[in-house]
Structures are given as C-alpha cells and as structure tokens.
C-alpha cells in the first residue's frame, strides 16, 4: 500500500512555472517508479514523466519539464517551467511496485494521488 498525495497545483500565467510535489507515505518508493499523468476536460489521461533511476518525459513536455525525487523525504517533485495554456489539466502521481521497464500505461500503476490542478492562463 502507498498513500499519495500531489501538492503545488495553481493559476500561472503563460511562460510561468510550478513545481508540484508528490508525497508518499505508508512504504518507501525510492526503488519504484513514480508517474506523473494529466488530464484535461474532455481528453484521455495522458503520460507526462515518471521516474525510477533517471528520467523520461513526453515529447510535449520534454526540455520544459523536469522530474526528480528526493528520497529521504519520499517525496517526487515535477518542475514545470515555459508553461502554455495546453499544459491545463489536473495532474497525478502514481506508484508501480512492480519494477523493471518504466511503461507509459497509466494501467500499470497501482497507487495515485487525488490529483492536484494546474491551469495556465494565455
């Protein structure tokens, strides 16, 4: 079991940034993947990043978005700078204790967070 819960979530104007937060609690994830997933009105959820050794990200977000962790405060952080107005949408993290390749499947993960909103104003 892991308890999740995203922080950091807001109203930026364009070309802004956030940096949300992703704590966990009840187990320790520093051998586990983390996701970070959005979804807006009207869409899919959609693979943002996610990390276990190093990270990997989306062509939309890749160079604009970056995902790290610290472990001793089992904490995983998505620093969002060069903000647009498309990266609108409520944001999630998710836990896979199931190791080994790093999937963009949201199916995969067992765990999420309640979800925190980030919107982007042009």
């Known amino acids: 079991q892991v308890q999740l819960v995203e922080s950091g979530g807001g109203l930026v104007q364009a070309g802004g940034s956030l940096r949300l937060s992703c704590a966990a609690s009840?187990?320790?994830?520093?051998?586990?993947?983390v996701g970070w997933f959005r979804q807006a009105l009207g869409k899919e959820r959609e693979f943002v990043a996610a990390i276990r050794w190093t990270g990997y990200y989306a062509d939309s977000v890749r160079g604009r978005f970056t995902i790290s962790r610290d472990d001793a405060k089992n904490t995983v952080y998505l620093q969002m700078n060069s903000l647009k107005s498309e990266d609108t949408a409520v944001y999630y993290c998710?836990?896979?204790?199931?190791?080994?390749?790093?999937?963009?499947?949201?199916?995969?993960?067992?765990?999420w967070g309640q979800g925190t909103q980030v919107t982007v104003s042009s």
């Open positions: 998710a836990v896979d204790l199931n190791g080994g390749s790093i999937t963009r499947s949201a199916s995969r993960y067992e765990y």
């Open positions: 009840a187990r320790k994830i520093s051998s586990d993947t």
